[in-house]
């Protein structure tokens, strides 16, 4: 079993940047890919980011490269979503996921445990 605690979110304007933070129990966190989602008002939950076990292979949604880098620190248990030059459109509540049967997707059905998020507010 894992959990995941997501911190970091605030309200902040336009350009301004923002690093969240999923501490995540369990023994076996290392071996986990780890993602993460972002969910707006009315709408469907979509994926950032993932990273895989070792940080040797990152993805992103188009949406954020560029802006947005995903890391992690196995030692820590911890795993990183720093946000920068952020936008109005990036508002949303953003959830830590972890994949433990590694798939290695962006689809959100994949990641079998999931945050409480943290609300990420950006004002033009």
């Known amino acids: 079993q894992v959990q995941l605690v997501e911190s970091g979110g605030g309200l902040v304007q336009a350009g301004d940047s923002l690093r969240l933070s999923c501490a995540a129990s369990?023994?076996?966190?290392?071996?986990?890919?780890m993602g993460w989602f972002r969910q707006a008002p009315g709408k469907e939950r979509e994926f950032v980011a993932r990273i895989n076990w070792s940080g040797g292979s990152i993805y992103y949604a188009d949406s954020v490269k560029g802006r947005f880098t995903i890391s992690r620190d196995n030692t820590k248990n911890t795993v990183y979503l720093q946000m920068n030059s952020l936008k109005p459109e990036d508002t949303a509540v953003y959830y830590c996921?972890?994949?433990?049967?590694?798939?290695?997707?962006?689809?959100?059905?994949?990641?079998?445990?999931w945050g409480q998020g943290t609300q990420v507010t950006v004002s033009s």
């Open positions: 996921a972890a994949d433990s049967m590694l798939y290695y997707s962006d689809s959100a059905d994949k990641y079998n445990y």
């Open positions: 369990g023994r076996t966190f290392s071996m986990y890919t």
